[in-house]
């Protein structure tokens, strides 16, 4: 915690949010040193910290956010239920603080895959709601490329097509679907 809040006041203006370096419980692997956002909307770990500890993103696992801050911007939104709600919350704490990894703090994580509908669903839902256009329709196209190509014509995987799509279709309606997001992508994030 003291790590924690000495990166989060040394820079300026003071951190919005402040995270540790995430290691895996099981083998010691770092894991994410906070998160970048990609040209086609995706979400993804960084394993070299930014010289400055600054991220575009830290993963809900173990954050600090003053009370100031949470007042200012809110809290998690519910909107998503799980996946990508961090992501969402860093960013709207972004838009007037840093989001800081702090390098010299660690924590371990016991963590999984993204279940394929929630990954869909809520990376469209994400940049519907802050108003993206471009990565949402890059988000579209890509994650279309991957129930077409990747799913349904080289895996025959049908059911992940499947629950893929749907995850996009509620993206988009904001519905969300219960027993869906089991369906896991085969070794890939």
Not at 14 to 29: D, F, K, N
Not at 127 to 137: A, F, G, H, N, Q
């Amino acid at each position: 915690m003291e790590e924690l809040i000495a990166a989060g006041e040394a820079c300026s203006p003071a951190a919005g949010q402040v995270g540790p370096r995430l290691y895996r419980s099981g083998s010691g692997a770092l894991w994410s040193t906070g998160g970048r956002i990609t040209a086609t909307g995706s979400a993804r770990h960084r394993l070299r910290a930014a010289e400055d500890g600054r991220a575009a993103w830290l993963d809900g696992a173990c954050v600090l956010v003053s009370e100031e801050v949470r007042r200012q911007v809110g809290g998690w939104s519910e909107r998503f239920f799980l996946y990508w709600e961090d992501v969402e919350y860093s960013l709207r704490i972004g838009e007037s603080r840093p989001v800081i990894c702090a390098n010299l703090a660690s924590a371990e994580q016991d963590t999984g895959m993204t279940p394929i509908y929630y990954g869909a669903r809520n990376r469209i839902l994400l940049w519907r709601m802050r108003r993206r256009p471009l990565l949402v329709s890059t988000s579209l196209v890509r994650l279309l490329a991957v129930v077409v190509l990747r799913d349904w014509l080289w895996n025959r995987d049908y059911r992940s097509a499947h629950v893929r799509a749907v995850g996009l279709r509620h993206g988009f309606s904001e519905a969300l679907a219960k027993g869906l997001g089991q369906v896991r992508e085969r070794g890939s994030r």
